[in-house]
């Protein structure tokens, strides 16, 4: 029984790394991988390990191709794939851990036109071999579509001389080949080509012929995918709908896999690139990384030697006590695929409790109850090498010495870079292939050795008179200038006049130059009359030559007796075959020094400021130049003492250029303020008598800041402060003047009236008619209430009762101190009063008139507390103390004539408050008590 494992199942990762791009790594063993499973119990009543029928473990598989090497696989999806320039990718997972692996497409390549042209290196719609092999490192796979466009009536050309040349182009920087194409496309449905790319080992073959799989088909249904003829599907605007298909039948055992192409995007008969990105994000959403996670979508190379290596591994399970051994067995597995890649299923009906893996280089798994998947990834590669490549289609000329042979056995001597090996294999294809005419055959030629020091160049020069020149750096000249950094083989290919071709291999051996390394600075200043030393520090063994005939590490030289001189030293390395040479130049002149800088006076804008030059130095002095105006010339005074009135206010770049007999010359720049007159201006609230009147500066200066404020507040008083106030004892029209000054002591002055206005007196009255007046107090009956009222209410802006309750009327059910606010124009009126019940006693009466009804907590040792200090009242006592909003401020259950005015450790605000003693015997007495700061 198979067993798909959901999100909620164990799973094993496991990757054995070692395949690079350029080449394959030593092989390591299928054999060697060996994986042990722990289990809480014996599993081995119940323990299954499966091949997945597909990657991963998923339900169906996608392939996409690109035909006729379109430029657009690479210029197009490639990033909007990967997720580069700004696109967000299109991703699934392996199944073990939400690692992304971008969706892939194919490239399907020829690679000449009918003139026998490369088309990769001539048509801009092409991709070029540099692309190739940046799509083949992304796994991109490629794909053989035959040699020619339209394919030439020679089968055996177009199958397998497209395999030696893009072998050849694919690997011209590489010494050894991974590129190894094992799909082909049957172009343009020359059904004669499929024997003949089954003959060369493809694993599967794209045709139209009627023998082939239609499209798509079920993995389930086929035990061999070694030469598999299928079809394929073009992609259209229902892509999304027919791999949707795909999903729906991917069920029940079975797995759909899915071949779609396209010769492009956006021309005749193809889809836009847009809509194919429509279609692609909704297979994306729907079965990708964000979706379902069901999906793979890979080239049809990894697909197809995934399918035939999961026929050809054997699994070996063996059970000891609890524990599970998983090996693997294999008879001749193919050597030169790109993918060694297998999906696992473990499952039990015992719970898993550990697992360990050897013979990998890395290992990242989980589990967890009692199944696992594991994705295995090894390297099992050893392509043949550029020799072995060359030998085997020897053999094969040797049979079949026809042009089509002989052109693959020249493309894969054309990989063998060895000068030494080339000239053999060029006899070897010489001797072999008499009916094709090879011009290095019979002709020969040498290019001269060199050796060259590292950082020169050499020129290598091929006979004269040849019809064509090819080097190894593509240049198609006689003659080549090179400057390797190490040494370095250059081989150049001729073209005799007559057509013969032949090839010379020539060695630039590069020696290293002394390295310096330290020296004297490169320029250097020496005092008049003095002396200095020139210096280099070399770590090679080395001789010396200055300029001065001097053959030491060091040389000392004079102060120049005008203007600059010019010194070297050459390092010499001494080789066996060769000698390097650097040279070190310096340069020395007369040091004068100076510091020049100078300084002004502060003015208020229309006044003279004076500019004061400020020049040490031990040079003479030539000029003395200002530049006034900031414009960058210094032509607007002379001399050490300048007077100058500025045209406008502000921060002025002020210049001072002073030139010297030397022919030196110093510049200095200063910001030298020019102070403007500052804008008096202010504003003020608080205009009702009785209360403090707030004034507040708005002066401006651009120069400075405002630092100084004189305030005349029209009755005799002043201030100096920034924010200012002033407490006004009649009513009436004041005129308030304020004097700014600056920084800069600039000064502004402005005036403005203040009107002190006398604010309305509030009525209050109680709902019986009984008019009350300040500090009042209103009688109400046990259990009830009264309500006051406010007569005048009609005048004010709004009336608060206690601080909270707005209206004109309040209704007042518990003793306490109260207080009413009118609002008006700006100004307040504030009413005091308290409430009793009826039967109370009174205040002030015989017992409140001896307590102390104000004290001054200002700490100069007068009425700093409250006392309370009569016989009508009995010590111990207990105090409560309310403020006008009937909130408690101070209380104490044994009083001590010790409060302070203070609340919470703050000092309460200037007012009266509202007390209520109660005293040893029972008696309470209440009344009023003020708080004078």
């Known amino acids: 029984m ?120 001539t048509d801009p719609d092409i991709l070029t071999w540099s692309n190739i092999q940046t799509l083949w490192a992304a796994f991109f796979d490629v794909a053989n579509q035959g040699m020619t466009s339209p394919p030439s009536a020679d089968d055996y050309y177009e199958v397998n001389r497209n395999i030696s040349y ?57 035990s061999s995918f070694y030469n598999f003829e299928l079809k394929r599907s073009h992609i259209t605007t229902n892509l999304f709908n027919d791999i949707s298909q795909l999903a729906i039948q991917s069920q029940n055992g079975n797995y759909l896999i899915g071949s779609y192409y396209c010769s492009g995007f956006d021309k005749s008969g193809e889809i836009s690139f847009g809509e194919f990105q429509n279609q692609m994000n909704q297979v994306a959403n729907a079965y990708g990384r964000d979706g379902l996670d069901n999906i793979w979508v890979a080239s049809a190379k990894e697909v197809f030697e995934y399918l035939n290596l999961k026929q050809k591994i054997n699994v070996i399970q063996t059970v000891t006590n609890n524990k599970l051994e998983i090996t693997f067995s294999a008879d001749n597995l193919p050597m030169d695929y790109r993918y060694y890649v297998l999906t696992l299923i473990v499952t039990s009906n015992e719970h898993i409790t550990g697992i360990n893996i ?43 010495p026809d042009s089509a042979h002989c052109l693959i056995l020249y493309d894969y001597l054309r990989m063998i870079s060895d000068p030494d090996s080339v000239a053999k294999y060029q006899d070897m294809l010489c001797g072999v292939c008499t009916s094709v005419n090879f011009d290095f055959c019979n002709y020969e030629f040498d290019v001269p050795n060199d050796t060259i020091c590292k950082g020169d160049t050499v020129t290598l020069t091929a006979p004269d008179d040849m019809q064509s020149y090819l080097w190894s750096n593509d240049s198609t000249t006689q003659s080549i200038k090179v400057a390797p950094e190490t040494t370095t083989d250059y081989w150049v290919e001729v073209v005799t ?83 390097c040479t650097v040279r070190k130049d310096f340069v020395t002149q007369v040091s004068f020094e100076s510091i020049v800088d100078f300084t002004w006076d502060t003015a208020c804008f229309g006044d003279t400021i004076t500019l004061i030059a400020n020049i040490q130095t031990n040079d003479s002095v030539v000029a003395v130049k200002w530049d006034l105006n900031e414009d960058g010339e210094f032509g607007d005074a002379v001399g050490d003492t300048v007077k100058h009135v500025f045209e406008t206010p502000g921060n002025i770049l002020v210049g001072l250029r002073v030139i010297f007999f ?60 920034f924010e200012s106030s002033h407490y006004y004892q009649e009513v009436g029209s004041y005129n308030v003047k304020l004097v700014a000054t600056s920084s800069f002591g600039c000064k502004d002055s402005t005036n403005r009236t203040v009107a002190i206005t006398q604010p309305d007196e509030l009525l209050l009255k109680s709902d019986d008619g009984t008019v009350i007046t300040y500090n009042d107090t209103v009688y109400y009956n046990k259990d009830g209430s009264v309500v006051m009222i406010v007569q005048n209410f009609g005048i004010y802006d709004s009336v608060i009762w206690n601080g909270s309750h707005k209206g004109i009327s309040f209704e007042i059910s518990q003793e306490g101190a109260y207080s009413v606010v009118g609002y008006k ?88 408050y509202y007390f209520v003693i109660k005293d040893a015997n029972g008696n309470i007495v209440r009344g009023p008590v003020t708080i004078v700061r």
């Open 825 to 912: 124009g700006g100004c307040t009126t504030t009413k005091t009063f308290f409430a009793m019940e009826q039967g109370s006693t009174p205040g002030p009466g015989p017992a409140t008139s001896k307590v102390m009804n104000l004290f001054t907590p200002n700490n100069d040792g007068f009425n700093d507390v409250w006392i309370i200090n009569t016989e009508d009242i009995v010590f111990p006592i207990n105090v409560t103390v309310y403020n006008r909003f009937g909130r408690a401020v101070f209380s104490s259950d044994n009083y001590q004539n010790d409060w302070n005015g203070f609340y919470k450790g703050n000092p309460l605000p200037q007012a009266t």
């Open 497 to 579: 006049q007559d057509g013969k071709t032949s090839r010379d291999t020539a060695t630039v051996v590069v020696f290293d130059p002394p390295v310096i390394v330290s020296a004297q600075l490169d320029t250097i200043a020496i005092l008049a009359d003095s002396t200095d030393t020139l210096w280099v520090s070399v770590n090679d063994e080395v001789t010396y030559l200055w300029s001065t005939g001097d053959t030491d590490s060091s040389v000392v030289v004079p102060a120049p007796e005008e203007g600059f001189d010019n010194y070297w030293v050459d390092i010499t390395k001494d080789y066996t075959l060769h000698q």
């Open 2 to 121: 198979y067993c798909r494992i959901g999100a909620l199942k164990v799973y094993l990762f496991i990757l054995f790394f070692g395949m690079s791009f350029y080449g394959y790594a030593q092989q390591e063993p299928l054999e060697n991988i060996k994986i042990t499973v722990a289990f809480d119990n014996d599993p081995s009543a119940s323990v299954q390990v499966i091949k997945t029928p597909l990657r991963y473990n998923k339900d169906f598989g996608v392939i996409l191709q690109m035909d006729n090497a379109n430029i657009d696989v690479f210029s197009k999806v490639y990033d909007y794939f990967r997720g580069f320039s700004g696109y967000p990718g299109l991703f699934f997972t392996s199944g073990v851990i939400n690692n992304p692996l971008f969706f892939k497409m194919g490239t399907n390549i020829y690679s000449f036109n009918q003139q026998g042209i490369d088309v990769h290196d």
């Open 358 to 400: 050897t013979g990998a280089n890395q290992t990242n798994y989980k589990y967890n109850s009692d199944s696992a998947l594991i994705n295995l990834e090894w390297d099992g590669g050893n392509p043949p090498s550029p020799y072995e490549l060359f030998n085997d289609a020897y053999l094969e000329a040797q049979q079949n």
């Open 166 to 222: 893009s072998t050849y182009r694919f690997n011209e920087s590489f010494s050894q080949p991974e590129y190894h194409p094992d799909i082909y496309v049957v172009p343009n449905n020359v059904q004669s080509q499929i024997n003949v790319a089954k003959a060369a080992g493809n694993l599967a073959i794209y045709s139209e012929s009627p023998a082939a799989v239609p499209n798509p088909f079920n993995v389930s249904n086929f």
């Open 662 to 721: 030397s022919g030196k010359m110093d510049v200095a720049y200063n910001p030298v303020p020019v102070a403007d007159n500052p804008v008096a201006d202010f504003s003020f609230n608080n205009t009702c008598l009785g209360t403090t009147t707030l004034f507040h500066d708005s002066s401006k200066v651009t120069v400075g800041e405002v630092v100084q404020w004189d305030w005349d507040y029209g009755d005799g008083g002043t201030g100096s402060y």
